[in-house]
Nanobody, 113 residues
Framework: QVQLVESGGGSVQPGESLKLSCAVS????????VRWDRQAPGKQRELVAY???????KYADSVEGRFAISRDNAKKTVSLQMNSLKPEDTAVYYCFDYGSGSWGQGTQVTVSS
């Protein structure tokens, strides 16, 4: 059974940084793309970033240049480094494994002064 477990969320002030991690178990992680989405209160879930098996990445315009997605195939983890955080980045962040079609449980990120 595939499991995705996110960690690293928290509350920060605008301009600060956070790093999210997602540990994937039970999946042939290394050959599939993985993505981070987020869902803010009252809004639809949206793609933040994804990373392909070959390391190619794609970002939402709203986070381009501030966020960086990476993966460690040996550890079966995908990370999201978030810099220069803004209040509008406040959301629950989820990771998704394309191989299994599974989502993690989400981790809350709150950016507020």
């Amino acid at each position: 059974q595939v499991q995705l477990v996110e960690s690293g969320g928290g509350s920060v002030q605008p301009g600060e940084s956070l790093k999210l991690s997602c540990a994937v178990s039970g999946s042939d992680f290394s050959i599939y793309s993985v993505r981070w989405d987020r869902q803010a209160p009252g809004k639809q879930r949206e793609l933040v970033a994804y990373i392909m098996a070959n390391g190619n990445t794609k970002y939402a315009d709203s986070v381009e240049g501030r966020f960086a997605i990476s993966r460690d195939n040996a550890k079966k983890t995908v990370s999201l480094q978030m810099n220069s955080l803004k209040p509008e980045d406040t959301a629950v962040y989820y990771c998704f494994d394309y191989g299994s079609g599974s989502w993690g449980q989400g981790t809350q990120v709150t950016v507020s002064s």
